[in-house]
């Protein structure tokens, strides 16, 4: 096929190359360190800076609220609505179906983002699918649906989001397609690669090429952010301190003289 022929976006759905690596490369260990420091809202403040308004995934919530921070890259996979003829209960007996090949292909540090269409009549996975991602290394899993099995997650210690929890099996609602495929995860594009970070509050998107700066700005907004709460804390007034002004800023340096920001 010649370039005049080639599908709109080629075969990476319209990604630019990025020079950061293939999408399931692990992320430098040092952009892992700072990502894992820091708030999704953050996240969301330094990818506005650079024009990116659509990346918190809309409506999802942790299911286990003392897991660590999820910090990992998007492994994708797709569902589209389930038919009766398809969907039936033997096809779990293959083990090329897409789900249960989905989850036997997450690798370590890998996030398992599934696109259920926002629709959440049925789980898109239950606790021992959940249980086995852990096993794998998996860094998290994350639906725009729903999950079955939610006491199983509660203590699973594998961080989980979803649009809300469901006792139906997917096959009801949902017919897995294909996986490392971009998709839409509750109203937010996410393509293979991208970095999913997750909090007490919920999910981000960060478009992999993007990730290594925005973690070290997203660092450096949070030091500041420290010395800011400080000072509204101790009675002051927001203009000239939030956001701050000049005068603010010099004492903000004098203080991070003794305060250094996490990570040098
Ligand atoms: O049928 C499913 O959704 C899978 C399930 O319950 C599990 O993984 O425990
Ligand atoms: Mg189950």
Sequence with gaps: MDDAQAPAGGADGGRVATGQGAPDEPLPAEVLAALRLVSTATLTTQLMARGLRNTFLVGLRPLNSGSPRMVGTAFTLRYIPAREDLDVL?????????Q????????????LVMDCRGRGRAASLGGILGTRLLRRGAAGVVTDGAVRDSPTFATLGLPAYSAGVSGTTNLVQHHAVDMQVPIG??????????????????VVCVPRELAAEVASDAVAQEHLEEFVQAQIEAGAALPGVYPPNDATM???????????????
Aim: with cysteine; glycine share 12%.
């Design 90 to 98: 033997s096809v779990f007996r293959d083990p090329e179906h897409p």
């Design 185 to 202: 995860c509750a109203e937010v594009a996410v393509y293979p690669g991208d970095v999913m970070v997750g909090d007490a509050e919920g």
């Design 100 to 111: 249960r090949k989905a989850v036997e292909s997450v690798g370590p540090g890998q996030v």
């Design 250 to 264: 010099t004492r903000y340096r004098a203080w991070a003289v003794d305060n250094p920001p996490p990570l040098g």
